[in-house]
């Protein structure tokens, strides 16, 4: 019938597993295996800037709509506004982007995320002893909220010191020298880490058992439940608050698709798997998809899911 | 008396801790040409790149007309009318001869813009004054070593200069280009401009200089005018010992061909070139600048982008296509440019004396360090290279000790056969002395020499026989009984 | 006279790659030679190229600039920092974005003469004192902006980015700009020849009484003031200034400088080169997006891609 | 004899910067000589270290190898395909690190070989050539890994990154056994006394009849391997080897050398240097960790204090 609807999913950056797992489920969308959708995605290399320079290729070559992770909140609006310019609706995802232009925004929150995982450490340490925080690149959005909901949560527990905050960038073998400094500054007054992802927090634990100390005297948490800290979980040695990337994805080429065929039904499951996010007809201006905190008991799923 | 140009008294310099100069002094008048003399390593470039505010003294006073001076660069010594022509070439390799000659100095019009036109025409004319043949617009990677050193010539004297330093200006020219810059020299000192000449070759101070300077070991001996002085004595001056003879040559031509070439061709137009050297025989490659000789030694090395005809070593046609083959042949090369192809500069004195002989300092991939110190300290004696130490980094020895480096590299590889281009380069009088001596035990022993050489004195006084080249070609060939300058010149020219 | 192909062979080498990679992806691509993707090669590669050719400079006196990625990243802070639309409510005048562009060009030039006093000055190695600068400028433009973006900028500031004349972007025509007056420079004045002298052999420069300290400064300051110029288009194009911006810029710039011929050596090249050599990593760029290859595959491509241009550069001298 | 006095100073100026800041923060924090805090400093430091150990190597031919980093994460999630628990129970047996090990150092070497071949053989510019190699074995890394961890590693493989042998860590162990093998090559053997002259004048070196492409080659075959040591390391550290990991340790590592002393102008250096050059970052970034100095003041004093490290050093040296 009509020709296939041009999709393109404008990744920040597709080195990392999360944006890969993102970008992946893209690619599975029963409306792109059905070729109903072309999905192209576009690596941004981590840089604002290319990812614009990609928006302004994907209006040349006639795209229908985008899907967009962007890299930064403030500069990925300029990209936004070309495509809405060029009449190409723009749905966000998984990152926010500071526009009024966006078509729709599906993704989770990220104050929550922080506060959660905070709160995972704060409950294990009984609201007792001195915590590190290990954030991500500065000024990125995911540390700005994330690190909102870490100090809603350290609010609850005022007698909670920080010792120590300092960005790893998101790195694991950052985050692994870092741990092993203060260590060393700090010794044993260490009680809870608070790492603002997941790669960060499994840095901090090889840390730990390099110095010999016993991981399960601390209390650890990271966020995005990466395959490692699912594994991680599983062996009880942090907490991990899974952020559902493929259903950001999925969702908000649910949303892209509609806002091209306005006669068009969503056709990813994720709507039946999170009955708090109704699909409303797609024309919801926000998406939120829950977040769910990683547990012995649905460790074992999330792992099986990522085979 | 006049006041001279230049006063020079206690000059001192040391390198890390080791004095390379302790009193070197000096005077030279308007219109004289004065010349500096001493041997390798005596400290005379040292006390020139002072006089220019390359390097600064550690004590010592200058006066310029009369007036206490010290240069902090070297634009402070061109603006009091001092310019140099260094030992050491150092061209501007990217950029052409005449925005070298003019560096600096450039014709400005609007916007700052160099007037290119003007630039080339100044140089053109300059070089074509002084009949040097050069193009203003070539390139200077594409000269000969010969013609940078005519460039740097050019250079020095176009700043119009009172006072011009040559620094060994004609070690890399044959004699019909040494004359142009003598020609040169006259109209300068007719002038009333004074120069320091600095040269090894005896003849050369004889000729022009009117008044002379020995400095030794550092510190200043003696100096007079040229009538008051002979050659005998002021080899004696320099070297520190009476030197009676200048030549070494015991050696016998035997029959046996060690090497052949047949129809020969090299890069740049060498071509249809044939001769062979026997055993125990020095076979002198005569030539004027660019006749080819250079490409022949490239060819025969492996070092040359043409392979066209035939070499014949001991009987055996032989393909060289790499140093490496050539190495294995026997063949052992000492290059006309030490800089580029001869030393590795960041390479100290032993380093480079056992570069291409480290198989046999070296068991298996393991260095013996004892044998390469040996072999280092032999070469270091044999040549009587001056330096502190064979630690010693090659870029801080004098110009002549780097030289005799270089054949020390080579003459430990114990080759059988010696090419030698220009081989007494910046070398002194001793040292030479030491060359043909090196020469003569080597041909003694069995080997052969292919020598080439720009000094009709050399050639006259080791050759056993001389091919002449001119143009790429084989102009011809003189026995020993038959060598004489004339002679050769004839057939070069 | 034969030995002038070589120059002329070298001259044209990567030209005739950027051609063919261009032929090939028009081929493949019937977007490729619209006049729409034209621009935003043009545009894309402006930034880079316009680092780049400051880069040369650099690069022609045997020097290296590490520095300019961050540089960027802090003339795009603090000229944006007089901007904003609410720093231009403030100090409100017309004149504003006029101020802002004369801090980031001072910005950039300071920074870049910082690191040349280092070089001229005090001997220390390019590569280090750059690499220091490059941290340091990093630093402190997270403490100017305190990590967040300086957003919603002016439109008389973004103009510098978004803007056009006659249908011709402002970046473009600021990239070319700044070629032609590189160009001049380098190979019609007096400064530029020298900067070739001071690279190709110092020890002469120093003898012909070239004020070599002063020259090698003065590079580092160019490439300080063009990284300012990229630092503010960028800002004008995302429309906020992003402390994070342009982390690892300078291998972009000193890519396009070397595949564009001038030698890491000193006092061999052209800024043309490095134009095409700019262009040659933009349309791969823009080349690959088009077809739409996937990103872990362009990486293998691309890097393929750069030696294989170089490699068809057949001409270049090869060093011993 | 006097004559030494001006080696020596040359030869250990970087060392007295090392020492000094040691004696700074040592009085500063009264943890920084703790000896856990020296392992720490030295395991951290390992990885750069060895990095660099083989950047020395090329850096002393003129040459560059910018592909370290992506070399680091190739041969991490090559070598610990072959290592990790799911693996190790199908192939299931005690040889499985060895073969892990054997697989790392084998394609390590093998990126480094083919880099070092465009570079003796094909004389592209070594920027070029392993900027080429820096994306294209990013993107391999990429495609091999499909963008994901290469999880759960065995503990016979971790051992690499976490063991330790009579207290010492096998990290540390590594990077001085890297260390002395390569100064006993550099400093004893004749190869290393060809990568000198290679560096020094390659012309030189081919007439004196040196196989100058074979030790262009081999510098960039031993770059490669320990870039695949160092990955491997990484890999064992952090439990998993990650695709992303590695990105910019080539400016690190080039630092360390540059710093050490080596001149990028190639034929001069040490690898003794390097690894105090190594240290000295190594000791930056441990020391101000534990000072608990803000982020971004630290990226300030970082860049101030690479630049005043060289400059203690350089300014021990004689006039130019
Ligand atoms: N930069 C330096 N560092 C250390 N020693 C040096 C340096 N420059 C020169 N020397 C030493 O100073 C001494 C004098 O050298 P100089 O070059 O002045 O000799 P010269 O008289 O010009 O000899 P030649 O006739 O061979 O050119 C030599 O022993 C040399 O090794
Ligand atoms: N790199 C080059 N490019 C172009 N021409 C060259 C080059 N090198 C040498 N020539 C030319 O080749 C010819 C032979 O040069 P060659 O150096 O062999 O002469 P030569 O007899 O050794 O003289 P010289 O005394 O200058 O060493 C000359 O005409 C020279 O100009
Ligand atoms: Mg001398
Ligand atoms: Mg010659």
Redesign the interface.
Known sequence: QDDPVKIGMAAYGLNAEFMQLWSAAGEKHPAVQSGMVELTVFDGRYDALVQQDQFETMITQGYDAIVFAPMDVEAGATAVQLAVEAGIPVVGSNARVNSDQLTSYVGSDDVEAGYLEAKAVLDKMNCEGDVVIIEGPIGQSGEIQRGEGNEKALAECPDVEILERQTANWSRAEAQSLMENWLTSHGNDIRGVIAQNDEMALGAIEAIRAAGMDVDNFAIAGVDGVTDALNAVKEGRMDSILQDGEAQALGAIDVAIKAVRPDYEPMSDIWKQYPDMPWNGGADSEYNVPWTPVTAENVDALLAARQ | MEQPLLEATGFRKSFGGVPALRDGRFVLHPGSVHALCGGNGAGKSTFLKILMGIHHRDAGTLLRDGKPMTFESPSQALANGISIIEQELSPVPAMTVAENIYLGREPVGLFGRVRFGDLNHMAQELLDGFHFGIRADSLMMDLTVAQVQLVEIAKALSYDAEIIIMDEPTSALGEAEADQLFAAIKTLTARGKGVIYVSHRLSEIFSICDSYTVFRDGAFVETGAMDTIDKDRLIHLVVGRPLTEEFVKENEPGGEEMLSVRNLSADHGVRDVNFAVRRGEILALYGLMGSGRTEIFDRLFGLSDTAGGEIVIEGTATRIDTPNQAIAAGLAYVTEDRKHSGLVLTGDVRDNLCLATLDRVSSGQLMRVGAERDAAQRMIETLNIKTASDKLSVSNLSGGNQQKVVLGKWFLTEPRILLLDEPTRGVDVGAKREIYRVMSDFTRAGGAVIMISSETDEVLGMADRAVVMRDGRVAGELQRAELSAERLLHLAA | MT?RIGPLAQRYGILIALILLCVVLAAVNE?FL?Q??II?VL??TS?NGILAIGMTFVILTRGID?SVGSVVALVGVVSASFATTSTAGVIGSPYMPLIAVVMGLATGTAVGAVSGT?VAR????A???T??????????T??Y?G???V??LTDGYRWIG?GDIAGIPVPIILFGLVFVLAH?VLT????G??V??VG??P?????????VRRIRFAVYAISGALAGVAGMI?AG????A????G??YE?DA??AV??GGT???G??GRVSGTVIGALLIGVM??GL??M?V??????????????AA??LDRS?K???
């Open positions: 030995t977007n619209s729409r993707n935003n545009r894309q930034i590490l280092m005090f001997s220390v190695p590569f280090v004192a690499l220091g600068m490059l941290s340091a400028a990093r630093g402190l997270l403490i902006s990590g967040r973006p957003p919603a978004t001049f019609q004045t007096r400064f020849r020298h070739y002298a190709g052999n020890h002469a420069a120093k003898v012909s009484g070239l004020p960028l194009r995302t429309g906020s992003l402390p994070q911006a982390v690892a291998l000193i890519a070397v595949i030698s890491l050596a006092g061999i760029n823009n997006d088009l739409g996937e990103s872990y595959y362009q990486q293998v491509i691309k890097g393929g891609l750069i030696v170089v490699l270049r090869s060093e011993d």
